[in-house]
C-alpha cells in the first residue's frame, strides 16, 4: 500500500506531461493550417508571425488556431531593433541568453510593436529579413 502512495505523484506526473504534450502538438497543427496563407511565418511558444507582401501578423498560438491577431505593413514601419532583455543589440553580435524582442516603430509616432520570439537568433534572423524587405519597401 506504502509503495502505491508513492508512485501516486510520479502518475500525476506523468498525466500532466502527456496533457502537456497533447496541448503542445494541438497548437502546432492549428498554426500549420493558419501558416498556409503566408509568404513566410514562424512559430514559438511566445507568438505566431506570418508575412504575405509587406504585410505582417502575429498573434498568440492556442490549440483553436492564433488569437489576438494583429496586422500592420512594413510600409508603415520607421525602424525595426532586436531587445533582449529590454535594450537593443547589434544583430551581427548576439548575446547568447535573454529575452528576446523585435521591436517595430512606425512613421507616424504611433506605439511601438514588440513580437516575443524564444529564441534570440531566429528573432535576429527574422530582424535581418525584415530590416532588409524595409529597406526595399523606403
Not at 12 to 39: C, H, M, P, T
Amino acid at each position: 500500500m506504502e509503495r502505491g502512495l508513492l508512485w501516486l505523484p510520479l502518475l500525476g506526473v506523468f498525466l500532466w506531461l502527456a496533457w502537456s504534450g497533447w496541448n503542445e502538438y494541438q497548437k502546432v497543427e492549428a498554426y500549420r493550417i493558419w501558416e498556409q496563407e503566408y509568404d513566410r511565418a514562424k512559430y514559438d511558444i511566445y507568438s505566431v508571425l506570418g508575412q504575405k507582401g509587406k504585410q505582417l501578423t502575429w498573434g498568440k498560438p492556442t490549440r483553436s488556431g492564433p488569437v489576438e491577431l494583429k496586422t500592420f505593413s512594413l510600409v508603415m514601419v520607421r525602424d525595426i531593433r532586436l531587445l533582449v532583455d529590454g535594450q537593443p543589440v547589434d544583430l551581427e553580435n548576439l548575446p547568447s541568453k535573454g529575452t528576446a524582442v523585435l521591436e517595430f516603430s512606425f512613421a507616424d509616432n504611433s506605439a511601438a510593436i514588440e513580437i516575443p520570439f524564444t529564441q534570440i537568433s531566429m528573432a535576429a534572423k527574422w530582424g535581418k529579413y525584415l530590416l532588409q524587405e524595409l529597406n526595399k519597401a523606403g
